[in-house]
């Protein structure tokens, strides 16, 4: 039975930047999408054909999503970008990482074989990665939303010892998202390679089938939520000071 490594295996180093299979899967994912964007922009058309209107189903979906959560389609057109790159290439990551071959083609790595593709995101650092990039641009565009100094008055508000304990939790609830949107993505899709890597194992034809589809399904929910999320994050720090504002300015 294949060993299941709880980190991504190292395959070579490029100088003195070690390469593991989670790393160069996620590379092909990158190559994959660039090259794919590419032929899409150069084929579009004024009348869409089939693949076209698929796409701009899919764009006006998401953006009717994001512009209910934000309160306009300015802003939705504003911060898509964002969203759908994360949900994107969390999704064919995701997708990738149950394609055939994946686990299966194996590298010698210091006269011990290891898999040459893995899931990404069944390795911590890029859902780490992924989770700190969220948090860090969410707070970026809340502070050229609304202001520097008022965004950061958000965590440090020295008004009166409430304010100033409620910016604390602020503070906490930014770390306490890394740690769950990273640990949610990689513990189900590590759960999920566990699980196939295992049925594959004690049943190698039909059975894995319906796991398959499950995995399917689970890395599709679970790039959404992470787009989600990260929406959710934009909308609150984007609105949260004009609220708050608005009730200042009724009070005065």
């Keep these: 039975m294949e060993e299941i490594s709880l980190k991504a295996q190292q395959l070579f180093h490029i100088g003195n930047l070690p390469l593991t299979n989670g790393l160069l899967t996620t590379l092909v994912v990158s190559i994959a999408l660039i090259i794919l ?81 893995r899931s990404p995101a069944a390795d911590l650092n890029f859902t780490l990665a992924f989770a700190v990039i969220s948090v860090i641009v969410t707070n970026i565009l809340g502070m050229t939303a609304v202001g520097s100094f008022k965004h950061i008055g958000k965590y440090l508000n020295f008004s009166n010892p409430i304010n100033f304990f409620i910016g604390i939790l602020e503070m906490i609830s930014e770390f306490a998202k890394i740690i769950s949107l990273s640990f949610r993505l990689f513990g189900n899709v590590f759960a999920g390679e566990v699980l196939l890597t295992i049925i594959s194992f004690l049943a190698p034809y039909i059975v894995p089938l319906p796991f398959l589809m499950l995995e399917l399904f689970v890395g599709m929910i679970q790039a959404f939520i992470f787009a989600t999320i990260t929406l959710v994050s934009i909308s609150l720090h984007i609105t949260i000071h004009d609220a708050h504002d608005h009730e200042e300015a009724h009070a005065h």
């Design 37 to 117: 964007s590419l032929l899409l922009r150069s084929t579009m058309r004024t009348v869409p054909g089939k693949l076209q209107a698929a796409v701009e189903m899919g764009i006006e979906a998401l953006l009717n999503l994001m512009s209910s959560t934000l309160g306009s389609m300015e802003k939705a057109e504003k911060y898509f970008p964002l969203v759908a790159t994360i949900f994107i290439f969390i999704l064919c990551s995701n997708l990738l990482g149950i394609f055939p071959g994946v686990g299966s083609l194996m590298f010698e790595s210091g006269h011990v074989e290891v898999p040459l593709f």
